[in-house]
């Protein structure tokens, strides 16, 4: 069975059809990318995909099971996690805060509930801030484990929000574009980052500009344009669609 499948995905805001009637299955231990041009559609189909936007129609079923209606948070602990194409840091808190929320959203109601148990908080938030140093370690970030997040330059924070979608030990893990506004140096970091996450067995999901970063990473490649699905397969096949050398990669 598929691991994430989405049957007639769409949804419109007044009459701009974001995402129009979408579809595709996929399996787990791959890693996909969705590419197409300025407003083609991918942030909208990951905000559909984890619950932040309600579609105007289809579905989403993750292990056959329908997401319909299910709030971000409970696709969260389903084991969908993602970043934003901007940054959604707390700057106000620690870096390691910031991975904490992360293994925070992870844990039940009723777990969060036995946490205001003294002494079990202290336990717990010990537990988790060790873990969430791990998750630092394992983005790179090891030297920034005390440091506050306003104080890191902006490359360092694209991997703390990796590293805080880490923390929440997602089979699926939806990133959006993260390597914007990296120089060539740090988006080689975050390609090697990537690598390491999906050899660790999750399934990864990037959306990305950078084309040699997509080829490169990519088992599948979902390419969108208007809204709709111009093509799916695999680097070569997508490079080779003359459909999308017209409308994507030839204006490129
Ligand atoms: N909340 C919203 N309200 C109204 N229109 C929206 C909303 N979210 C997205 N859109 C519109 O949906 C379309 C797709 O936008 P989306 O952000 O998904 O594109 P994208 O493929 O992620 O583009 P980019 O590569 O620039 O990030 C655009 O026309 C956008 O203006
Ligand atoms: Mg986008």
Redesign the pocket.
């Known amino acids: 069975m598929a691991l994430l499948e989405v049957k007639d995905l769409s949804i419109h805001?007044g009459g701009?059809k974001?995402v129009d009637s979408i579809d595709f299955s996929w399996d787990a231990g791959k890693v996909y990318s969705v590419i197409?041009p300025?407003?083609?559609?991918?942030?909208?189909?990951f905000n559909m995909i984890t619950g932040l936007y309600k579609p105007s129609r289809g579905e989403v079923y993750l292990d056959g099971q329908s997401m319909a209606g299910k709030s971000p948070h409970v696709l969260a602990q389903m084991g969908m996690a993602r970043t934003f194409?901007n940054l959604q840091i707390f700057m106000n808190m620690g870096a390691l805060e910031n991975v904490m929320v992360g293994a925070h959203l992870r844990l039940d109601r009723s777990v969060m509930k036995g946490l205001f148990a003294w002494p079990r908080l202290r336990r717990a938030d010990q537990a988790l801030r060790e873990e969430a140093a791990d998750w630092m370690d394992f983005v790179g970030l090891k030297s920034a484990v005390s440091a506050r997040a306003h104080s890191l330059p902006y490359g360092a924070l694209k991997r703390l929000e990796i590293a805080r979608a880490l923390a929440m030990k997602p089979r699926l893990i939806f990133l959006d574009?993260p390597a914007a506004g990296l120089n060539a140096t740090e988006t080689e970091e975050v390609v090697a980052l990537i690598r390491k996450i999906a050899d660790s067995g999750m399934t990864v999901v990037l959306?990305e500009?950078d084309m040699k970063m997509v080829m490169s990473l990519s088992d599948r490649i979902l390419v969108?344009d208007s809204g709709k699905k111009l093509a799916e397969g695999t680097a070569v096949e997508v490079r080779q669609n003359p459909a999308v050398i017209a409308a994507y990669l030839g204006g490129h």
């Open positions: 805001f701009v974001a197409g300025n407003g083609a559609g991918k942030t909208t189909l194409q574009e959306v500009h969108m």
